[in-house]
């Protein structure tokens, strides 16, 4: 089973044909060149239309220098919170503990556990509660975060939350399936994490 | 999914437990658009209701199957009966 690992294990690292980052990538054609061409060899008097791929924006390029700014795309199913906007540092609440963001950081795919994810430009800083979600922070200082909910800190009712806080903590203590268990955690979490949200 | 990454890895325990990403993940969405405040509140629940409608439960589907199971009766009926013209 083993025999192939010590030629694996000397093989040259970086090879031509090794996989890259996709930000690494040539910026991808904005163009349909070769359907141009063809549609001016037979049509030549009318204006090819235009292609879904000319609609595309092409991906940015890593620079090879630090950017000053980041680049922020915070997404929701129903809307587009934060769309390339250029902040200083975002905060997110990976499951690994809170993340700080900064232009140039390490290409990293962080999941998130509920929590808040703090925004900052400047002097000011903008805190939303998310459920839960992603963040792809790519090489070139662009970060994608996606979550399923989102809401500025002021939009949360702090009755509800001490109430749902009691319930779960109530609930977890009297679980008996697994399944039943795994919810009254998840509302333990996401209770707690609400609370935490008002208070700190 | 059976296996964690690098089988041995410690999985999250809502995947122990057999949930799959998406529920747990709609499960924190819920509990989150339950604690809003009133306006944002009655929105958010607006948004909960996906546009794809859920199977009969329990009761309804028990309903359901007795009506389907009466209408095939009468359709053998009328199938064996020389009544075509009814349909």
Redesign the interface.
Known sequence: MFRQATRLLVRPISRTGSRRFSTDLPVAETADESFVEAWKKVIPNIEPPKTPLSFMQPRPATPSSIPSKLTVNFVLP?ASELSKKEVDMIIIPA?TGQMGVLPGHVATIAELK?GVISVHEGNEVTKY?I???FAFIHANSIADVIA??A?PLD???SS??QK?LAEFTQKVSSAST??E???A???MD??SA?NSALTG | MASAAGSGAAV???R????TYIT??????N????????P??TE?LS?EKSPVQTQLKGNELRLALQNLQMEGNLFSLLKLSSVWSVW
Request: aromatic share 12%.
């Open positions: 129903y499951t509920p509660f459920s839960s979600g399923i909910e809401v939009q949360i009712d509800s939350v749902g697994d399944l268990k795994a919810e955690q998840i509302g996401v209770h609400l | 999250p325990f809502w122990a437990a057999g949930m747990y993940s709609n499960i924190c969405a509990l989150v658009r339950n604690c809003l405040k009133e944002y509140k958010a948004r």
